[in-house]
């Protein structure tokens, strides 16, 4: 076998190593935040940050069903001037926490991406949503480090790589996305819905 088919191979058995019960239990507490009219904040480092801008936009976006409220979602990884000012006049691991300080309010979520669930500016981050009794969801890879124990819901991409790990957070956002939009489509509108 060659790096082509190892690879592969490994991906395959990581997705069909994914607990479907976890996944179902994501896009849950998604529609709730939606149904609550809150906020989803996402946070990830280099390949995660490239995640959460990219769920944050299938979110938004995915989620969107004629008259029915549209789902909010933010993704702190996108405002880079905050991050740099952050990390520069403090510390890289405030990047995340500093916004969160200032828009976090009561119902909202925070999904949180790591492959190695250690990275001090994600630990720091989800520690202080769960003391401010945010629900936080993980998309950790194998093992799951401090995230999949902070968590509240985690999603674990059982791959020895970093690269498989990324890619099973990546296929979690389009599964978890359509599988939300199919949620939505299915509750009847409200009363302030079908005036939009």
């Known amino acids: 076998m060659d790096t082509v088919d190892t690879y592969l191979d490994g991906l395959q058995q990581a997705l069909a190593a994914l607990s479907r019960d976890d996944v179902r239990a994501v896009v849950s507490e998604l529609e709730r935040v939606w149904r609550d009219g809150r906020v989803v904040y996402l946070i990830g480092n280099g390949g995660s ?32 001037p905050l991050m740099t000012a952050v990390a520069n006049d403090q510390e890289y691991a405030d990047v995340f926490l500093e916004p969160l300080m200032s828009l976090l309010a009561d119902g909202d979520a925070l999904i949180a991406i790591s492959g190695s669930g250690n990275s001090p500016n994600i630990v720091k981050a989800v520690e202080f949503a769960r003391a401010r009794g945010t ?17 509240h819901l985690r999603v674990i991409v059982p791959a020895p790589l970093i690269g498989q790990q990324e890619d099973g957070h990546m296929i979690l956002d389009h599964v978890v996305t359509m599988a939300l939009a199919e949620r939505i489509a299915a509750h009847p509108p409200s009363e302030a819905e079908t005036r939009l």
């Open 49 to 80: 940050a490239a995640t959460a801008s990219h769920m944050m936009n299938d979110l938004v976006k995915v989620t969107r069903v004629p008259g029915r409220r549209r789902l909010k979602a933010i993704a702190l990884t996108d405002n880079v």
């Open 135 to 151: 629900r936080v969801i993980g998309f950790c890879g194998s093992p799951g480090g401090r995230l999949a124990e902070l968590a």
